[in-house]
């Protein structure tokens, strides 16, 4: 690994303590060098608080050393103003000799403007160090300027033979097919994406929270498929715990395309990245429309003998891991 990869690879691994928080920015990690030595970090604050860059910089105590430093970025600096300053300006201002990139922002209000604006000012700039593990960390912000949709992730726990609920319930709450600890780990996914989105069976069967209430976090915006509206609001999803955004026959057309209606839905309302827990129905929508970006399936050690086929999944298994009983598969759509 060479060393404008380990200092990337370190930017990485600090951008990741922005995950959940930084949303609509991309949780972006930066660091400066001077002589082979680290003299500041930084990632990405809440929204509407500093980039990756400007901590980074604040944090370095003798400004007179970044004249003679560089700055290492997972995502490209920004140009223009929003919420902060562009950064670029800021690296330009403190005279920051060289910026090593991961990879470029495809955001069309940046999207090389920020690294043809420091090379206007006399800066060094080097992109595409760690490219593809920077893309990839980047996946939420970049799939929803790029395919103008949220990143998507399937979610489901099945039996040992297969089923996903069973035929018929005695109460309305969910049957539970996995353990306690695998449950958690739903609750801390939920924190990480922003919204979470289930069909209208799901809400009338289970009368779930789709909260992360088991997990430290935010609460992920809530988005219930209603093609009638007519759920009732006392169900625990209208309660006050987390923003509710039905989806009826007044938003898109139930006899085509569904899963790609709801995507634009999901663009308009600025999501960029969504859990989908269900039911089999709604997942399996997704699945024919090709609309997905990551499938994680749990199995669960118990059988229901008869009830509602999980969904069908024909794709690249990344890896797979125990929980106690449970089998967690992490697929990806290539």
């Not at 976090?217 to 625990?236: C, E, Q, T, Y």
Request: glycine share 6%; aromatic share 8%.
């Amino acid at each position: 690994m060479t060393k404008h990869e380990t200092y990337i690879k370190r930017c990485i691994q600090l951008a990741k303590n922005g995950l959940g928080i930084t949303r609509p920015n991309p949780m972006v990690g930066s660091l400066i060098v001077y002589k082979n030595k680290i003299i500041g970090e930084g990632f990405t604050s809440s929204y509407g608080g500093n980039h990756a860059e400007v901590n980074a910089i604040n944090e370095v105590k003798n400004k007179d050393l970044l004249k003679k430093s560089t700055l290492y970025v997972t995502l490209e600096p920004c140009s223009h103003f929003g919420k902060t300053p562009p950064c670029s300006d800021l690296i330009i201002k403190h005279k920051i000799s060289k910026v090593v990139i991961g990879c470029i922002d495809n955001n069309e209000k940046v999207a090389g403007k920020g690294i043809a604006t420091l090379k206007n000012n006399g800066i060094e700039v080097i992109v595409g160090v760690l490219e593809k593990e920077c893309q990839d960390h980047h996946k939420r912000f970049l799939t929803f300027h790029k395919e103008h949709r949220p990143y998507i992730i399937l979610k489901w726990a099945e039996t040992k033979d297969g089923f996903i609920a069973p035929l018929t319930k005695q109460v309305q709450k969910p049957v539970w097919i996995t353990n306690e600890f695998s449950r958690q780990l739903v609750h801390k996914w939920r924190t990480e994406e922003q919204a979470i989105l289930v069909g209208t069976k799901t809400v009338l069967e289970d009368n779930p929270s789709l909260t992360s209430r088991d997990w430290q976090g935010n609460n992920p915006v809530r988005f219930v498929i209603d093609k009638n509206d007519n759920l009732d609001a006392s169900l625990n999803v209208f309660d006050d715990s987390s923003k509710t955004i039905k989806i009826t026959s007044k938003d898109i057309d139930f006899s085509n395309q569904i899963a790609k209606q709801i995507c634009k839905q999901l663009f308009k309302n600025h999501i960029n990245s969504v859990i989908i827990e269900g039911g089999a129905k709604t997942l399996q929508s997704f699945i024919d429309e090709n609309l997905w970006d990551e499938a994680r399936v749990f199995i669960g050690n118990v059988t229901f003998k008869n009830g509602t086929k999980a969904p069908q999944l024909k794709s690249k298994l990344i890896s797979e891991e125990t929980i106690l009983d449970d089998v967690l598969k992490i697929y990806k759509n290539d």
